[in-house]
């Protein structure tokens, strides 16, 4: 994971967009002031969310399964 100003993401925005789509990596964008941590963002491309919401939903669901 690749940690990354919104300063620097603005100035480069294409590049990291690139990077995120092409490699599928995952950036960290941190933001400054109180509670910072609750509001950082996460880039990910649609791929990786859709396999990330995929998983949780699979994951959600053997659990019900589990406790029935």
Do not use: A, H, T
């Amino acid at each position: 994971m690749k940690v990354v100003k919104s300063s620097v993401l603005r100035k480069n925005l294409k590049d990291y967009l690139n990077q995120v789509s092409e490699s599928e990596g995952i950036i960290l964008i941190p933001r400054s002031g109180i509670d910072s941590d609750d509001k950082s963002v996460i880039m990910v491309s649609l791929k990786e969310y859709n396999s990330l919401k995929n998983f949780k939903e699979r994951y959600q669901s053997s659990l019900l399964k589990s406790v029935n």
